[in-house]
């Protein structure tokens, strides 16, 4: 599988932005899908996950009640919609997937990353 991300870009504080991740697999629905960040100088942090099966999708305290994770199947496309965005939330965004759900909580060594997109929020 390959992830290709698009959506980032510059926002004001309070505002909105969705990223999108393009998989080329047949059926996303059968991976897990995750977003993560990094700042310079901090460590990758995971942000949402959304598992295989029917669970609900996780999503770190930080960003809770304002991100929201979800999936196109018709398209392969997975989302990070963000609102009411904070300066906090600047950072390089990853999506990742994989066939197991630890492929998303972590980096497993099979997880798939896509190349990141830099969302900053002033």
């Known amino acids: 599988v390959q992830l290709v991300e698009s959506g980032g870009g510059s926002v004001q504080a309070g505002g909105s932005m969705r990223l999108s991740c393009a998989a080329s697999?047949?059926?996303?629905?059968?991976?897990?899908l995750g977003w993560f960040r990094q700042s310079p100088g901090e460590e990758r942090e995971r942000v949402a996950i959304?598992?295989?099966?029917?669970?609900?999708?996780v999503y770190s305290d930080s960003v809770k009640d304002r991100f929201t994770i979800s999936m196109d199947k018709s398209k392969n496309i997975f989302y990070l919609r963000m609102n009411n965005l904070k300066a906090e939330d600047t950072a390089m965004y990853y999506c990742?997937?994989?066939?197991?759900?630890?492929?998303?909580?972590?980096?497993?060594?099979?997880?798939?990353w896509g190349q990141g997109t830099q969302v900053t929020v002033s």
């Open positions: 697999v047949y059926d996303l629905s059968t991976y897990c």
């Open positions: 959304g598992y295989t099966g029917a669970s609900s999708p």
């Open positions: 990742a997937s994989g066939l197991s759900d630890i492929d998303c909580y972590m980096d497993s060594g099979k997880t798939v």
